[in-house]
């Protein structure tokens, strides 16, 4: 049966030729995007140098300028959205893992499932609604708690994950010294937890760093003023990206390619050393 | 069956052995006094196989306990078997001894054969402790030993009274007494492997 | 003269002695619940204090369950069910706080469970700081020196005390956690199979520091091989199905035991 066994191997080489080809085409996109940003940014940076990082706008039409208040923006909001929603995050995440069988705690854990996935648009909508509107401006505050409420599934889930991983022997242990259940979650399981937590918080970081949607109705967004207070609008890199595309000047597009690179460099800086130092990650 | 129950089968049967050993070599010893030299042959013969069955039974009670670290019944079971082969080895020891004297009266070879027949009975009454029949163990023996002891007594007096000083005769009831009380030996440890209890037969 | 006398008189000696001393723990009819599952049934037990009580028994008959009801974390599990009375040194321990309860009768388990995020230090002063019970720092250093040898660990870490605790070999992480729990001077140390899980060496270290801490403190020590119990109690109780089926000194229990079941868990002709 010398021919059945062949035709057998052919078949096997054929079907992992073709897998080869899928995950090639799956990641080819990746690899194209960073491409093209590369091929197209480094140029403006050289062209832009330090200017580019630190200046407000050049007009349209004239010259590059700089991004800086973008960037400031960007830091900004994310430690806005940081102190916002971190601490109820963490907190819902230690909830969910210690009263698990409750009714707020399994509910907890299926909405935070659902928040994770909702469109990040109408979470803008809805922060508009409640703060922009109201205060009838845009304003960090309200960019800041969009991309709050955006952040916090993410780190409560991975709260809640590495808080679950703990070996019962740990739990065990701390109870039977005579330690309330408090300090038994707040003095040794959190210390257990801390890197799964930590990867939560950067995670969610740098997923919000990168975000669009929930500031496009928030934020507001500025180009040549720093900072003008957190009731004032506030630029982001995303945004700006957004805003610099629509404009028909040709600089502007180039800074759009130039502030891109930089976008994808923070991402990257932040998320390589995550995903390279931890052997698992969730989700 | 486990190892260990294996093991101590194999090491009752060599008792038993050594028990059958013992009680021939009783039941020849006396006919080693009269003279009879096949008899004699016969008992030097039977001291020298239980020596060697002795060491082996001790060689394996002692391996036994480093091996399997007994516990509860095993490890009386092992510790007793050691000391009543030991019993045993010396009885046929005592009646190789015996079988090498000389008797002429046959007053004093009655007397032994008294002594002798309650010995032998000992020795079904241990066989039958063996089976596990334990009721009355140490009531029983202590009669037959009484047996015993009350002819040496008696075999003693009347060689005070006859004047007959003859020391193999002397040597001889007193073996003879040392049979019975070796035999108790064996009967106390048996009910210390059924029971657990220490007890005396005498 | 009957030698036996003696014997059985030895033996309802310890009985009777075992029964008048102060009880460091006793149970009263408990019986407790996995869900529909009956785990310990009926069970009266009374455990001295200053011994070493052993409880032995196939495994999955309940100890490690029964233990944990002694110090109260049988409850972090929603599906226990405990009916009966424990008492410690003649209180209930429900009618006790469950933090105090613990802090009298403290527990090692089978798995070495030094918090390994947190130096040798930090771990043997952990209950103490987090209880609050010492506030001196120099006091503190001086508990965690004594705690650390009566774990017979000094002079293995003297030096090293700031090093984190997952540094340690499975034996001294053991002894570790002995010192955690000893730090808080408990009257009672539970042991749940302290030394399955190490080397035969860790394991002789930890049997000899068992028998100088019974000088100052009850150790109630549950067991799958009856020769550790042998060894190491004073005191021993067989469990077989969740049921008390022996109870006796050490000696009288391996030399000859009065429940046939026992014998043949002794004997290993059980199963």
């Not at chain 1, 991975?158 to 039977?176: C, H, M, S, V, W």
């Not at chain 2, 015993?148 to 004047?163: C, H």
């Amino acid at each position: 049966m010398v021919d059945s066994l062949k035709v057998r191997l052919f078949k096997e080489k054929l079907f992992l030729a073709g897998i080869a080809v899928l995950t090639v085409s799956t990641v080819l996109p990746l690899f194209h995007i960073m491409f093209s940003i590369a091929a197209n940014g480094v140029p403006v940076l050289i062209k832009g140098g330090w200017g580019f990082i630190t200046g407000t706008l050049a007009p349209p039409g004239g010259g590059l300028g700089g991004i800086g208040p973008a960037i400031v923006g960007t830091f900004i909001l994310t430690v806005l959205a940081s102190l916002m929603g971190l601490p109820v995050a963490v907190l819902t995440g230690i909830y969910a893992a210690e009263y698990p069988n409750s009714l707020i705690g399994r509910a907890t854990k299926t909405l935070l499932m659902v928040m994770m996935e909702f469109p990040t648009i109408l979470v803008g909508l809805f922060v508009m609604d409640i703060v922009v509107i109201p205060m009838g401006s845009y304003s960090a505050i309200a960019g800041a708690l969009s991309l709050a409420i955006v952040m916090m599934p993410y780190v409560a889930v991975y709260t809640d994950e590495a808080l679950r991983n703990i070996p019962q022997k740990y739990r065990e242990g701390a109870f039977a010294l005579g330690l309330t259940r408090f300090k038994v979650v707040f003095r040794v399981l959190i210390g257990l937890a801390r890197k799964g937590i930590m990867t939560g918080i950067l995670i969610g970081i740098a997923k919000v760093a990168g975000e669009t949607a929930p500031l496009l109705f928030t934020a507001g967004g500025a180009t040549r003023v720093y900072f003008a207070g957190l009731n004032r609008p506030v630029g982001a890199i995303p945004l700006l990206i957004y805003q610099l595309v629509q404009q028909p000047y040709t600089n502007y597009h180039e800074i759009a390619w130039g502030a891109s690179l930089l976008l994808m460099l923070i991402f990257l800086a932040i998320f390589l050393p995550i995903r390279l130092s931890l052997k698992e990650v969730k989700l | 069956m486990t190892l260990i129950e294996h093991r101590l089968e194999v090491l009752k049967k060599d008792v038993m052995e050594l028990h059958n050993l013992a009680k021939r070599s009783v039941e020849i010893c006396l006919d080693g006094l009269r003279c009879d030299d096949r008899k004699r042959i016969e008992a030097c013969k039977i001291e020298q196989e239980a020596d060697v069955l002795h060491t082996d039974i001790d060689f394996n009670c002692v391996t036994a306990i480093a091996l399997f670290q007994p516990v509860a019944r095993d490890l009386r079971f092992l510790i007793s078997m050691m000391k009543i082969s030991s019993s045993y080895e010396r009885i046929t020891d005592l009646t190789q001894e015996i079988s090498m004297y000389e008797c002429t009266s046959p007053e004093l070879i009655d007397k032994f054969e008294n002594m002798k027949q309650s010995l032998l009975r000992m020795f079904e009454v241990i066989e039958d402790a063996y089976e596990g029949n334990i009721a009355r163990l140490r009531e029983k023996l202590w009669e037959l030993d009484d047996e015993v002891d009350k002819n040496y007594v008696e075999i003693i007096d009347m060689m005070g009274d006859k004047n007959i000083c003859s020391v193999d005769m002397v040597l001889t009831a007193r073996h003879m007494e040392r049979i019975g009380d070796l035999l108790g030996k064996v009967g106390a440890r048996i009910i210390f492997i059924e029971e657990g209890r220490r007890v005396w037969i005498k | 003269m009957i030698l036996a006398e003696k014997d059985r008189k030895s033996e309802e000696d310890a009985l009777e002695k075992m029964t008048k001393m102060r009880h460091a723990i006793e149970t009263v009819d408990l019986n407790i619940y996995y869900g529909d599952h009956h785990v310990i049934k009926g069970v009266n037990l009374a455990i001295p204090e200053k011994v070493v009580f052993a409880i032995m028994g196939p495994s999955g008959c309940g100890k490690s369950t029964m233990l944990r009801a002694f110090n109260r974390l049988l409850e972090l599990n929603e599906s226990t069910r405990i009916e009966g009375d424990v008492r410690v040194f003649g209180k209930s321990i429900f009618k006790m706080n469950p933090i105090e309860v613990r802090r009298t009768v403290g527990m090692v388990f089978q798995h070495p469970n030094p918090f390994p995020h947190m130096s040798i230090y930090d771990n043997v002063a952990l209950g103490l700081k987090l209880n609050k019970l010492v506030k001196d720092r120099k006091e503190l250093d001086k508990i965690v020196e004594w705690a650390l040898r009566k774990a017979a660990l000094w002079d293995e870490v003297e030096n090293k005390l700031h090093k984190p605790a997952s540094a340690l070999s499975g034996g001294q992480q053991q002894r570790l956690c002995i010192a955690r729990v000893v730090a808080m001077k408990p009257k009672v140390i539970l042991m749940d199979e302290p030394t399955s899980n190490l080397d035969p060496i860790s394991t002789k270290k930890i049997e000899e520091l068992i028998y100088e801490l019974k000088k100052e403190l009850t150790v109630v020590i549950v067991t799958h091989s009856p020769a550790q119990a042998a060894r190491v109690s004073d005191y021993v109780a067989f469990l077989y199905l969740g049921r008390l089926v022996e109870v006796g000194s050490t000696v009288d229990m391996f030399e000859n035991p009065k429940e046939k079941l026992t014998e043949e868990y002794l004997t290993g002709r059980m199963g």
